[in-house]
């Protein structure tokens, strides 16, 4: 049962919710600020803003017309400054969470746009709609402009949904995931449910090659690849395979590698673990040795061959592991001077427990999850380590996601 009701907003959560006290219970409100006197309709812990009847000095006009039914974005409601503070606050009680009390850096702001998009396409009366769900709905809201993507992507959502429509059904959905690489658009469909025929097969790749698409991929079959879609990492070119991970922001790639490169220094020898396709593999083999270590076999297969094709570089090792189930032992990891860690989400807790047990002296930490790297960061500050800085890079603008680069020595 809903109900309307005067809020007093008190705080910004984590996920970028304001947050009122209802009967001794908090409730979040999107699209609220501190301050804020609001009516919401309640229901249980969530409410949906009516209206806000005394607005925050801190509140401006969004910067997409989409915002507040498009789930991509939730703070572009939030002024300049106050986001910044929520971002880099968000790291530290993460940080806090665990008994540490580090310096906490401001946060750190790159140019660029987003070089991925992963968004669903429907038929509609007038053809097909891209776009992305609702928050907390199967709703999808069809996306015409977007300030978080690469304008490149954007301009391209009408012909990605002519390309689609021969895959579609009348009710079909599909799963549209569109990587901006440095030879053009790298477009992925999953999810439909009509057979890719000669007939389609054929229609598609002569859109394809109309739209001068660098790769076409439908289901697990490859359409059409007019040029290998690549990414530059350092001074190497590395061709991606369909699928594999890939940093949001390129600009704010560079600025977590230079980060990286200058807090290893002068080391002889660097594992990277949780290496992906070498984004911080091959910065760091211009000047050391670099052991690279993942578990997806398409990227550690890409780093391998575009480390053997990229002259002027140290020695570069790429090792298919499960670092969740197999993380390096302390022997191993011995014979490397420093460490860097990049996983996934879940975070490296196994791996920063081994760390703890060798003789390496410094460790670098990237993360999109605070709230983990956190928790690793505590193993290694028990383990001997001191937290030398932690600084929060934007990577996701207008989300509830920061990019973490926290630097430990001993």
């Avoid at 974005?73 to 665990?98: G, I």
């Avoid at 021969?166 to 469909?189: M, N, Q």
């Amino acid at each position: 049962m809903t109900n309307a009701r005067e809020l007093l907003i008190r705080r910004i959560g984590a996920q970028g919710d304001g947050v009122a006290d209802l009967d001794g219970e908090p409730v979040f409100v999107p699209f609220t600020l501190p301050g804020e006197r609001i009516e919401a309709e309640v229901d249980g812990e969530r409410a949906r803003l009516e209206r806000v009847l005394v607005p925050s000095p801190e509140r401006i006009a969004p910067v997409c017309k989409h915002f507040g039914k498009c789930g991509g974005c939730s703070v572009q409601h939030m002024a300049s400054d106050t986001y910044a503070e929520w971002k880099r606050n968000l790291v530290v009680d993460a940080f806090r969470s665990r008994g540490l009390e580090p310096v906490v850096d401001e946060l750190q702001r790159t140019a660029g746009k987003r070089r991925r998009a992963v968004m669903r396409a429907v038929r509609t009366p007038s053809g097909v709609a891209l776009g992305f769900y609702e928050a907390s709905s199967h709703d999808l809201v069809e996306i015409e402009e977007c300030p978080v993507l690469e304008p490149k992507i954007v301009a391209a959502f009408p012909d990605i949904g002519n390309l689609i429509s021969p895959l579609l059904s009348k009710r079909g959905e599909a799963r549209v995931a569109i990587t901006l690489t440095k030879s053009g658009l790298d477009v992925e469909i999953t999810g439909t449910e009509r057979q890719l025929t000669p007939a389609v097969r054929s229609v598609l790749a002569s859109k394809a090659s109309d739209m001068k698409l660098s790769r076409l991929i439908v289901g697990t079959e490859l359409v059409v690849e007019t040029l290998h879609p690549f990414m530059t990492f350092g001074t190497a070119d590395v061709i991606l395979p369909p699928g594999v991970f890939v940093q949001a922001v390129e600009e704010a790639e560079t600025e977590i590698a230079r980060r990286v490169v200058a807090a290893i220094g002068k080391a002889k020898a660097v594992a990277d673990l949780f290496s992906g396709m070498g984004a911080f593999t091959f910065p760091l083999a211009a000047r050391s040795r670099v052991s690279a270590f993942d578990g997806d076999k398409a990227a550690v297969a890409a780093l391998a061959s575009a480390a053997k094709k990229t002259s002027g570089l140290k020695p570069i090792t790429a090792t298919v592991r499960d670092l969740f189930r197999e993380p390096l032992s302390p022997l191993e990891l011995n014979e490397h001077d420093a460490v860097v860690f990049d996983p996934p989400r879940a975070g490296a807790e196994a791996q920063s427990q081994r760390l703890t047990k060798s003789k390496v002296k410094t460790v670098v930490a990237v993360s999109c999850n605070p709230a983990t790297l956190a928790r690793d960061a505590r193993h290694l500050v028990d383990g001997g380590y001191k937290i030398e800085s932690v600084t929060p890079i934007d990577q996701f603008l207008y989300s509830a996601h920061v990019e973490v680069v926290a630097i430990f020595r001993r």
